[in-house]
């Protein structure tokens, strides 16, 4: 991971005490100072275009967990798969210390399945989280009240 700055076994250790005590007191002192402590959820599907737009306020608020959730390709729709990849590529490559989760269709599921499924597996893993889909660009006074004092 270019920009990653630190001991990143001890940074992965610390994630796994939130994960499990659903606090951070011992991710804290590792995290930067400019970096959000709260883990997001990104919901996505075949717009790379609107998830670029999503991404540059996530990459703004650089969250040390980021999940992305994403659908896969409808049948019948030959240029979504690579539509669908784009959007993937777009929402995992972080250039900051970040712990990266993904949960990829391989099938479409559709929407009600899809953002279902993708809360519940972000939810089995963190205790609290900001959630957020590739079509809903968040303000940045959206953001504001979980952002580090810095």
Same mark, same amino acid.
């Given at each position: 991971m270019a920009g990653v700055e630190g001991d990143y076994e001890a940074y992965r250790v610390a %994630? $796994?005490?939130?994960?499990?005590?659903?606090?951070?007191? $011992?991710?804290?002192?590792?995290? +930067?100072?400019? /970096?959000? $402590? %709260?883990?997001?959820?990104?919901?996505?599907?075949? +717009?790379? $275009?609107?998830? /670029?737009?999503?991404?540059?306020?996530? +990459?703004? %608020?650089?969250?040390?967990?980021?999940f992305v959730k994403a659908d896969g390709a409808r049948a019948g729709h030959p240029a979504e798969a690579e539509l669908c990849e784009k959007a993937r590529k777009i929402a995992t490559v972080v250039d900051w210390k970040c712990d990266v989760r993904t949960s990829f269709n391989n099938e479409n599921a559709g929407c009600r399945m899809t953002v279902s499924s993708g809360v519940s597996w972000f939810f089995d893993n963190v205790n609290v989280g900001i959630i957020l889909e590739d079509d809903c660009l968040p303000s940045e006074s959206f953001l504001k009240p979980f952002e580090p004092p810095l």
């Open positions: %994630v $796994d005490a939130w994960d499990k005590e659903g606090i951070r007191m $011992d991710s804290a002192p590792l995290l +930067r100072k400019d /970096q959000l $402590d %709260v883990p997001i959820l990104l919901i996505i599907f075949n +717009r790379p $275009d609107l998830t /670029q737009r999503v991404f540059n306020i996530i +990459r703004r %608020v650089r969250p040390f967990q980021l």
